[in-house]
């Protein structure tokens, strides 16, 4: 089934560029020699015949069509199942919330952003995973209450999430929150996230509403467009004819998220390696996002997506996601991921 969908993505992107190529190439000759030269039979289905290549597109696209008419039937009843993947209700009665940081370099915003979240009712506990920062993140995370781990070096963005939800599963909390240090997320949104819990186990945030970002966030419409095809990739790699799929997606990279703590028992072997403790990829925060809703939609989880506030980053970004060469990197990164896995 996996294969099917790389097949199908992957030529409907040369399809679209021999179709591109093929109209632009026509009407520049239209335009230098006029539309005699490209019509050569007296009729449209005759000027299809005797075309030299128009008639081999229209086949392969009629073919790309067909086959992916086949691919959507074969998927009418996929993740369907009445037991794990319709409704249920099943309420969170003493919400325990258990807060992931992960920190590089953040001193300018650490205090702040604990704050954020230690002021939300329910947070019992915020914990700061430090990738061997060298500016006083450290220091300033203790001195503000803060649980704090610390590494001897600079093991990445995923070793630093699972180390949090190990920590995580040891605590009494039973609702796990993810967030990143650089005050782009507001720890208030909790409060539209946490109850779709109710009927969920995880729910992420999209920062793709327009009226809930600040101006100039790191949000540019090569992102946004970016950001919502990738997602649009995922649904489609799950993709039931019965509701478009098991998920509504819309944004990928986004790591403000909660997910219910038996949930995330059920899927954290799956971040790492069998015989070690290492992470099975080590990406930057936006693949660990796509990793993490990947594995939890294998896993049956109920996901649902909420809009939530976005804001400029403060200080510079680590992963330099905002320079352009690097965000095609990405972006390119991303996609391989997302239909080889
Ligand atoms: N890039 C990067 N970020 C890390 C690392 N460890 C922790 N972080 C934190 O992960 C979050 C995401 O990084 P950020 O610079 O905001 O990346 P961006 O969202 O792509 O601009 C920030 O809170 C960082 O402080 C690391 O090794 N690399
Ligand atoms: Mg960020």
């Not at 696209?61 to 199942?81: C, G, H, N, P, V």
């Not at 799929?245 to 909660?258: K, Y």
Request: charged letters at 20%; aromatic letters at 10%.
């Amino acid at each position: 089934m996996g294969l099917i969908y790389s097949v199908i993505v992957v030529s409907f992107i040369i399809i679209l560029f021999i179709n591109l190529g093929w109209g632009i190439s026509n009407l520049y000759v239209f335009i230098v020699d006029g539309i005699q030269t490209l019509v050569v039979g007296s009729t449209f289905i005759e000027n299809i015949f005797l075309s030299v290549y128009l008639k081999w597109i229209l086949l392969i696209d009629a073919l790309w069509i067909i086959s992916a008419l086949i691919f959507a039937y074969t998927r009418k009843f996929y993740m369907t199942d009445p037991q794990l993947h319709y409704l249920s209700v099943n309420p969170i009665i003493d919400p325990k919330i258990f807060v992931i940081i992960p920190t590089y370099n953040e001193e300018e915003n650490v205090e702040s952003v604990i704050q954020d979240y230690k002021n939300q009712k329910f947070v019992e506990e915020v914990i700061i995973v430090d990738n061997h920062s060298s500016d006083r993140t450290v220091e300033l995370s203790k001195s503000c209450g803060a649980t704090v781990v610390t590494k001897d070096e600079n093991k990445g963005f995923a070793d630093s999430c699972i180390i949090g939800m190990q920590e995580s599963l040891k605590s009494n909390s039973n609702i796990v929150v993810f967030t990143e240090c650089d005050r782009t997320y507001s720890a208030n949104d909790l409060e539209k996230m946490l109850p779709y819990l109710d009927n969920c186990h995880m729910v992420i945030g999209t920062r793709q509403r327009q009226v809930l970002s600040e101006e100039k966030t790191q949000n540019s419409m090569f992102f946004v467009w970016g950001n919502y095809l990738l997602a649009k990739l995922i649904q489609l790699k799950y993709f039931s004819l019965l509701h478009l799929g098991v998920v509504e997606l819309t944004d990928v990279g986004c790591m403000h998220r909660c997910i219910r703590k038996e949930s995330l028992e059920k899927i954290i072997e799956k971040f790492i390696k069998k015989n070690s403790n290492e992470p099975v990829i080590t990406p930057n925060s936006g693949l660990f996002a796509i990793l993490m809703t990947m594995i939890g939609i294998e896993n049956n989880l109920k996901i649902v997506e909420v809009p939530i506030t976005f804001k400029r980053r403060v200080g510079r970004s680590k992963t330099r996601s905002d320079k352009k060469p690097r965000a095609i990197q990405y972006g390119l990164t991303f996609f391989r991921f997302i239909i080889s896995r």
